[in-house]
């Protein structure tokens, strides 16, 4: 089993920069599949980043560009470093983790979820 713990979350301007952190306990996440999700409002969870075992990253078009998404295996954490932030931006940030899955693009393959961090992005 693995716990994820989501901070940094807050209000910020359009145009300004959040780092959200994710600390795992219980299990290492270095054979997890990490990502970040995040639910607007009358929304859907939509799929924001994500990384693998390998390091290998992927990212929402809707985000490429803005924001990175990073791990430290040997400090059990990952990391969403967002940038340009837009109020479209504003929602609940999840971290997320998976060992093995076919689409890591799907809130449904996910195993492992945290409680989430709120993000909030004024005009």
């Known amino acids: 089993q693995v716990q994820l713990v989501e901070s940094g979350g807050g209000l910020v301007q359009a145009g300004g920069s959040l780092r959200l952190s994710c600390a795992a306990s219980g299990r290492t996440i270095s054979i997890y599949h990490m990502a970040w999700f995040r639910q607007a409002p009358g929304k859907e969870r939509e799929y924001v980043a994500g990384i693998r075992r390998s390091g290998t990253t992927a990212y929402a078009d809707s985000v490429k560009d803005r924001f990175t998404i990073s791990r430290d295996n040997a400090k059990n954490t990952v990391s969403l470093q967002m940038s340009s932030l837009k109020p479209e931006d504003t929602a609940n940030y999840y971290c997320?983790?998976?060992?093995?899955?076919?689409?890591?693009?799907?809130?449904?393959?996910?195993?492992?979820w945290g409680q989430g961090t709120q993000v909030t992005v004024s005009a």
């Open positions: 997320a983790g998976v060992y093995q899955s076919g689409n890591y693009y799907s809130d449904k393959s996910y195993d492992y």
